[in-house]
């Protein structure tokens, strides 16, 4: 059985920095493309950054782009968000998501993507 374990998330105040990680286990991340995605209340989740199986594309919102990256390391079967910079924008449940998501000018997940249980950030001012 497949699990995605978010951790990393909290309390932090503007212009703060956070480092998200996720881990997996009952599968490898070898060749996976693998996203976060965020979800506030009362607004539709957003793909914050994605990054394919390769590593070769990845993939930011125009909200986070410059002050988020993504970065993998399939030796440890774990994938990273560090976001800088933070904003009171940024305060979401952040999910991380593993396998079948389109990554390019957009990312999108599929019914085939595996999911966590996410991780709450909050950023205060």
């Known amino acids: 059985q497949v699990q995605v374990m978010e951790s990393g998330g909290g309390l932090v105040q503007a212009g703060g920095t956070l480092s998200l990680s996720c881990t997996a286990s009952?599968?490898?991340?070898?060749?996976?493309?693998m996203g976060w995605f965020r979800q506030s209340p009362g607004k539709e989740r957003e793909g914050v950054s994605c990054i394919s199986g390769s590593g070769s594309t990845t993939y930011y919102s125009d909200s986070v782009k410059g002050r988020f990256t993504i970065s993998r390391d399939n030796a440890k079967n774990t994938l990273y968000l560090q976001m800088n910079n933070l904003n009171t924008e940024d305060t979401a449940m952040y999910y991380c998501a593993i396998g079948r998501l389109y990554v390019g000018n957009w990312c999108g997940d599929s019914a085939s993507t595996y999911w966590g249980q996410g991780t709450q950030v909050t950023v205060s001012t």
């Open positions: 009952g599968l490898t991340f070898d060749a996976r493309s």
